[in-house]
């Protein structure tokens, strides 16, 4: 990972079967607590290892391009002792929850399903049991929620039919239809009907090989000032 204090100057490693613990980097500005993490995410990555990073300000993109040589860097080099050292760039895939600088994270409404929707649209305990009678009625009639329109349309049908499931699913107010469908509103203004549809986001992609078999880094593009409900449910999944 780099060099010790002098006068000793010892190599600092992390060994790989310590390197699931918990950790922290701190340290005051300028301190190199960024670069120390673009090298942890490389030395994983030469072993094996996918990374995940949410690339909060923008700091760590740039390691998919080659760096460049200066009278810095050859200072580290020699100090660090390193030989054959060569600038290359990294293998980096991008991953925007708003679509607008990377790979669309997706899911869709029956995937997040009533709980964790719930959740985001702040709901009571009374319009989540309402919340669940309707997944619970478009899972029986096999009918697939993709986006807040289908959400929107199937909440509609269940308030329009709500005495032919009462006596099945339990009572359906016509005041928490309502509620949740101006909750919904709020979501759509702070990004949410670019966040819910298809194709719906896969783990495994994120375990992906560059063609030369070394992980992908995926820095996670920031998400700016926008749908921060969005971001905390997401951090709970």
């Not at 309402?130 to 929620?145: E, N, S």
């Amino acid at each position: 990972m780099g060099v010790g204090a002098e006068p000793e100057s010892k190599h600092v490693n992390l060994l790989l079967n310590q390197a699931n613990r918990h950790g922290l980097i701190a340290g005051a500005s300028g301190t190199g607590k960024t670069v120390t993490l673009k090298v942890m995410a490389e030395g994983f990555a030469r072993a094996g290892v996918p990374v995940f990073m949410a690339d909060v300000k923008g700091d760590i993109t740039g390691m998919c391009e080659a760096g460049k040589d200066s009278e810095d860097m050859q200072e580290r080099i020699k100090r660090f002792g390193i030989e054959g050292w060569s600038y290359t760039g990294c293998p980096v895939r991008m991953w925007d929850m708003l679509g607008g600088q990377g790979i669309p994270v997706r899911i869709t409404i029956s995937d997040m399903g009533p709980t964790m929707l719930a959740r985001l649209l702040d709901l009571t305990e009374v319009q989540e049991g309402v919340l669940d009678i309707v997944f619970r009625i478009a899972d029986d009639k096999q009918l697939l929620l993709i986006d807040l329109k289908d959400l929107r349309a199937m909440l509609n049908y269940v308030a329009e039919n709500a005495k032919e499931y009462e006596t099945t699913y339990g009572k359906v107010s016509s005041q928490s239809v309502g509620a949740i469908l101006r909750a919904l509103i709020s979501i759509e203004d702070e990004g949410g009907d670019v966040f819910f549809g298809e194709p719906a986001l896969d783990l495994a992609d994120w375990f992906a090989c560059a063609p030369t078999r070394r992980p992908s880094r995926r820095p996670c593009v920031p998400l700016r000032n926008r749908s921060a409900r969005i971001r905390r449910s997401r951090a709970r999944m």
